[in-house]
Antibody
Framework: EVQLVESGGGLAQPGGSLRLSCAAS????????MAWVRQAPGKGLEWVSTISPSGDNTFYADSVKGRFTISRDNSRNSLYLQVNSLRAEDTAVYYC??????????WGKGTTVTVSS | QSALTQPPSASGSPGQAVTISCTGTSSDIGGYNYVSWYQQHPGKAPKPMIY???KRPSGVPDRFSGSKSGNTASLTVSGLQAEDEADYYCSSFVDNSNYLVFGGGTKVTVL
């Protein structure tokens, strides 16, 4: 079964950092653009970042630009999101998703990031 | 960076149809046929229901249909069933570096 599994979430202090990971199984990550999408408690979905299959092109929402970095290791079939300078408003469930023609056809179950002192 | 506009709620009785609108601009919905819709039940990950405005992923019932006119896209759920009660989000490609944008979500209630 095609699957994405996120990890790396947890509690971080304001200004702190975390590295989120997303492992793919039953398909090769290297052929696909990938994305991170987040959902704050009780709120809607927010696109965070996208990376091209090779990793040469990256895109970010204005709300995270300069603080978050998306990357991938195709040899490990994994996607990453380095989240720095965390703010309370970054508290959310973070989903990774596989992109197929500008829509997200496979989603992970999410990893929760909580920013609090 | 503006989200697409959806009504916060919609409802219908079992067997009826409900239509959810999603309004954007000529830079997103109006300019491209890359509109998608996602269903999300509480505590679950989103599930894709429609892509490229009208196409259904494998396994999605044909009760779900999508359309677009100008800068507004719509999702129609016909023959409402109890399990259709969920939050629904639209999304579109955007022609700048923001890449993708979601709507604020619509909570569908089956009366």
């Amino acid at each position: 079964e095609v699957q994405l599994v996120e990890s790396g979430g947890g509690l971080a202090q304001p200004g702190g950092s975390l590295r989120l990971s997303c492992a793919a199984s039953e398909f090769s990550l290297s052929s696909h653009s990938m994305a991170w999408v987040r959902q704050a408690p009780g709120k809607g979905l927010e696109w965070v970042s996208t990376i091209s299959p090779s990793g040469d092109n990256t895109f970010y929402a204005d709300s995270v630009k300069g603080r978050f970095t998306i990357s991938r290791d195709n040899s490990r079939n994994s996607l990453y999101l380095q989240v720095n300078s965390l703010r309370a408003e970054d508290t959310a469930v973070y989903y990774c998703a596989k992109i197929f023609y500008y829509y997200m056809d496979v989603w992970g179950k999410g990893t929760t990031v909580t920013v609090s002192s | 960076q503006s989200a697409l506009t959806q009504p916060p709620s919609a409802s219908g009785s079992p067997g009826q149809a409900v239509t959810i609108s999603c309004t954007g601009t000529s830079s997103d919905i109006g300019g491209y046929n890359y509109v998608s819709w996602y269903q999300q039940h509480p505590g679950k990950a989103p599930k894709p229901m429609i892509y490229e405005v009208t196409k259904r992923p494998s396994g999605v019932p044909d009760r779900f249909s999508g359309s677009k006119s100008g800068n507004t896209a719509s999702l129609t759920v016909s023959g409402l069933q109890a399990e259709d009660e969920a939050d629904y989000y639209c999304s579109s490609f955007v022609d700048n570096s923001n890449y993708l944008v979601f709507g604020g979500g619509t909570k569908v209630t089956v009366l």
